[in-house]
Protein backbone atom coordinates (compact mmCIF):
# COMPACT_ATOMS: atom_id res chain seq x y z
CA UNK A 1 0.00 0.00 0.00
CA UNK A 2 1.58 3.38 -0.88
CA UNK A 3 1.33 5.85 1.62
CA UNK A 4 2.69 9.52 1.95
CA UNK A 5 3.25 10.54 5.45
CA UNK A 6 3.90 14.53 5.86
CA UNK A 7 5.33 16.17 9.12
CA UNK A 8 6.67 19.03 10.41
CA UNK A 9 4.38 22.30 10.43
CA UNK A 10 3.65 24.07 13.29
CA UNK A 11 3.02 27.72 14.58
CA UNK A 12 5.94 30.17 14.12
CA UNK A 13 6.24 33.55 13.85
CA UNK A 14 7.39 36.11 10.26
CA UNK A 15 10.93 35.51 9.69
CA UNK A 16 11.12 32.07 11.17
CA UNK A 17 12.25 29.11 9.58
CA UNK A 18 10.31 25.32 9.20
CA UNK A 19 11.30 21.79 7.63
CA UNK A 20 8.94 19.94 5.98
CA UNK A 21 9.45 16.54 5.45
CA UNK A 22 7.55 13.55 3.40
CA UNK A 23 7.90 9.92 4.32
CA UNK A 24 6.84 7.40 1.57
CA UNK A 25 6.36 3.96 1.70
CA UNK A 26 5.00 1.29 -0.29
CA UNK A 27 7.21 1.64 -3.76
CA UNK A 28 10.45 3.33 -4.44
CA UNK A 29 10.15 6.75 -5.37
CA UNK A 30 13.01 7.61 -6.49
CA UNK A 31 12.04 8.24 -10.24
CA UNK A 32 9.03 9.99 -9.15
CA UNK A 33 8.84 13.87 -9.42
CA UNK A 34 8.13 15.01 -5.91
CA UNK A 35 6.94 18.27 -4.37
CA UNK A 36 5.02 19.98 -2.52
CA UNK A 37 1.24 21.94 -2.28
CA UNK A 38 -0.23 24.10 -0.24
CA UNK A 39 -4.16 25.14 0.55
CA UNK A 40 -5.06 28.00 2.54
CA UNK A 41 -9.11 28.55 3.99
CA UNK A 42 -11.33 29.14 0.95
CA UNK A 43 -8.84 28.49 -1.43
CA UNK A 44 -7.68 26.01 -3.76
CA UNK A 45 -4.31 23.86 -3.41
CA UNK A 46 -1.27 25.65 -4.85
CA UNK A 47 1.97 24.63 -6.16
CA UNK A 48 4.82 25.41 -3.94
CA UNK A 49 7.73 23.61 -5.63
CA UNK A 50 8.74 19.90 -7.36
CA UNK A 51 11.61 18.17 -7.95
CA UNK A 52 12.20 15.71 -10.52
CA UNK A 53 15.04 13.78 -12.49
CA UNK A 54 16.14 14.82 -15.72
CA UNK A 55 18.62 13.14 -17.05
CA UNK A 56 21.16 12.53 -14.42
CA UNK A 57 20.55 15.16 -12.50
CA UNK A 58 17.65 16.72 -10.87
CA UNK A 59 15.76 19.86 -11.85
CA UNK A 60 13.49 21.96 -9.47
CA UNK A 61 10.69 24.20 -9.84
CA UNK A 62 9.04 26.96 -7.22
CA UNK A 63 6.44 29.17 -7.20
CA UNK A 64 7.36 32.77 -7.74
CA UNK A 65 5.99 33.52 -4.08
CA UNK A 66 8.69 31.09 -2.51
CA UNK A 67 11.71 31.23 -5.06
CA UNK A 68 14.60 32.26 -2.71
CA UNK A 69 12.86 31.17 0.68
CA UNK A 70 11.94 28.15 0.13
CA UNK A 71 14.45 24.63 -0.82
CA UNK A 72 13.29 21.35 -1.94
CA UNK A 73 15.52 18.48 -1.10
CA UNK A 74 14.87 14.41 -1.74
CA UNK A 75 16.57 11.46 -0.20
CA UNK A 76 15.99 8.44 -2.42
CA UNK A 77 18.07 5.67 -0.13
CA UNK A 78 14.84 7.35 2.15
CA UNK A 79 11.92 7.11 0.08
CA UNK A 80 11.89 11.30 1.41
CA UNK A 81 11.84 14.74 0.04
CA UNK A 82 11.98 17.74 2.05
CA UNK A 83 10.33 21.36 1.71
CA UNK A 84 12.76 23.93 3.95
CA UNK A 85 11.08 27.19 4.48
CA UNK A 86 12.67 30.22 5.42
CA UNK A 87 11.95 33.81 6.10
CA UNK A 88 8.22 32.55 6.26
CA UNK A 89 5.25 35.18 6.28
CA UNK A 90 2.20 35.32 7.20
CA UNK A 91 0.57 34.85 3.14
CA UNK A 92 2.60 31.44 3.63
CA UNK A 93 -0.08 30.08 6.45
CA UNK A 94 -1.73 26.82 4.81
CA UNK A 95 -2.35 23.46 5.23
CA UNK A 96 0.46 22.02 3.18
CA UNK A 97 0.65 18.71 1.08
CA UNK A 98 3.60 16.52 -0.23
CA UNK A 99 2.99 14.74 -3.91
CA UNK A 100 4.31 12.09 -6.21
CA UNK A 101 3.63 12.01 -9.67
CA UNK A 102 4.69 8.41 -11.52
CA UNK A 103 4.44 10.34 -15.25
CA UNK A 104 7.56 12.05 -16.56
CA UNK A 105 6.25 15.98 -16.11
CA UNK A 106 7.17 19.05 -18.56
CA UNK A 107 7.83 21.91 -16.13
CA UNK A 108 4.15 23.37 -16.66
CA UNK A 109 2.62 19.94 -15.35
CA UNK A 110 5.05 20.01 -12.39
CA UNK A 111 2.50 23.29 -11.21
CA UNK A 112 -0.49 21.30 -11.56
CA UNK A 113 -2.55 19.41 -9.23
CA UNK A 114 -4.14 17.11 -11.43
CA UNK A 115 -0.83 15.49 -12.47
CA UNK A 116 -0.05 14.03 -9.28
CA UNK A 117 -0.99 10.67 -8.49
CA UNK A 118 -0.15 10.66 -4.44
CA UNK A 119 -1.04 13.06 -1.37
CA UNK A 120 0.06 13.52 2.10
CA UNK A 121 -2.88 13.56 4.47
CA UNK A 122 -1.71 17.47 4.98
CA UNK A 123 0.68 19.62 7.80
CA UNK A 124 -0.28 22.48 9.10
CA UNK A 125 1.41 25.74 8.64
CA UNK A 126 0.57 28.89 10.63
CA UNK A 127 3.03 32.33 10.67
CA UNK A 128 1.49 34.44 13.05
CA UNK A 129 3.05 37.11 15.27
Known amino acids: QVQLVDSGGGLVQPGSSLRLSCAAS????????VGWFRQAPGKERDFVAA??????????SFDGSVKGRFTISRDNANNMWSLQMNNLKFEDTAVYYC????????????????????WGQGTQVTVSS
Open 99 to 118: AASSRRLITSQMWQANAYDY
Open 26 to 33: GRSFSTYT
Open 51 to 60: IRRSGGNTDT
